[in-house]
């Protein structure tokens, strides 16, 4: 809906996600403190803002960004809320993601990847990311990160959401206990509370 009007949040993550209610069975998304309007075909913004261990490479790098920084912010946090550990990056941005995450059902694996490809051209954008298989799914919402795929299917970040067969995730995760990165630095000056 941000999107789709033609704004760009800017400062998505868990701690700007609340309850509506106190039956937890819908949330929002709050603080559009660093909020502003970017259209598509836009010059992209320049201005670095947000939470450092959210924010997407093409934003870090200072390069320019567009509304798909958002959403590779939402690919950390659905990482986050489905192993409780953030990813690293690597020397070329690219995501480590938790070993728990192999534990995921194929499509919440599928998901997440998706979202944190460095490649903002190849992320899922908001519009496509609703149309996933696990955010259409039933249980979704009760996903314990128990089931592990055995297919022998090598696959890398940002293959075609397209694909239907029960992909084999284990080459994006380390083969050692994962290294829980940092916590970034805010950057809230001037933050306006909505």
């Known amino acids: 809906h941000v999107h789709a009007s033609g704004l760009v949040h800017r400062d998505i993550k868990l701690e700007n996600m609340v309850y509506v209610n106190s039956d937890k069975e819908e949330a929002k998304l709050i603080d559009f403190g660093f909020c502003c309007y970017w259209n598509e075909g836009e010059n992209p913004m ?15 790098r200072q390069r320019g960004y567009t509304s798909q920084a958002d959403m590779w912010s939402v690919g950390v946090t659905a990482h986050v809320l489905l192993t409780g550990e ?20 194929a ?4 998901f997440v990847a998706s979202l944190l490809t460095v490649d903002p051209a190849s992320r899922l954008t908001a519009q496509k990311a609703l149309t996933q298989k696990w955010l259409l799914s039933e249980h ?10 055995d297919s022998d299917v090598s696959t890398h970040i940002g293959r075609s959401s397209t694909s239907s067969a029960c992909d084999d995730f284990s080459g994006l995760f380390p083969s050692s206990k994962p290294s829980t990165a940092k916590r970034g630095k805010k950057s809230k000056i001037g933050r306006a509370h909505v």
């Open 46 to 60: 320049t201005r670095r803002c947000g939470t450092e261990v959210y924010m997407a490479p093409e934003l870090m």
């Open 86 to 105: 953030f990813p690293g990056r690597d020397r070329h941005w690219a995501p480590v993601l938790s070993e728990r995450l192999g534990e995921c059902s």
């Open 107 to 110: 499509e919440a694996q599928k």
């Open 140 to 149: 979704h919402g009760k996903e314990r990160c128990s089931t592990r795929c």
